[in-house]
């Protein structure tokens, strides 16, 4: 247990409900009248909505631990998908629900970040680009190159993203893993 005056950008509490919040900013406010308060915007930690909270200062809050760890994507087990730690090389399955769009992005050997509270994995982070090679895309017309136009293309992971008309079957190209979105060459 912490209290308000304990809190810090990216901690994690355990508020009503058991629901995982972490602290995006916080600000504590002392009114000329009346009792002090903090004022905090929390993100749920498995949504990521966004909500605006008021504490009264002093209050004790339940912090959760969530313990972030780097580890390797090594293959799909059925719908879970199995990492393994890169310190103690346990084996660990991470359902994917939990994996959410990162699978989009994840080739075998991808790095990426698991955090777990209480054995149990509460999201994946993907580092913010990754490379990737163009699987199947159709050829840009002789002509089309002046619009900036973009087309589909399927990437080696099975994901479909636009990408600009020049690209080619085969090449190696930058994805942004929170937006899906084309970034260049690689």
Not at 141 to 158: F, I, M, N, V, Y
Request: proline share 3%; no cysteine; glycine share 10%.
């Amino acid at each position: 247990m912490a209290t308000t005056n304990d809190l810090k950008n990216g901690i994690v509490l355990k508020l009503e409900g058991g629901e995982l919040w972490s602290v995006v900013e916080f600000q504590h406010v002392k009114p000329g009248k009346g009792g002090a308060f903090v004022r905090t915007k929390l993100k749920n930690v498995l949504s990521g909505k966004v909500v605006d909270k008021t504490f009264n200062a002093g209050v004790k809050v339940e912090v959760a631990n969530v313990d972030k760890r780097e580890m390797q994507y090594s293959y799909k087990d059925g719908d879970d998908f199995v990492f393994m730690d890169t310190e103690t090389y346990d084996m660990v399955n991470v359902p994917s629900g939990t994996v959410g769009t990162a699978a989009n992005y994840m080739l075998e050997n991808t790095l990426a970040t698991v955090a777990f509270n209480e054995g149990s994995a509460l999201y994946v982070d993907l580092p913010a680009a990754v490379e990737l090679t163009i699987s199947n895309t159709e050829p840009g017309l002789q002509g089309d190159r002046s619009t900036g136009g973009t087309k589909p293309a399927t990437l080696e992971t099975g994901a479909e993203i636009k990408v600009p008309l020049f690209i080619t079957t085969g090449e190696k190209v930058k994805v942004d893993t929170r937006s899906g979105e084309y970034l260049g060459r690689a």
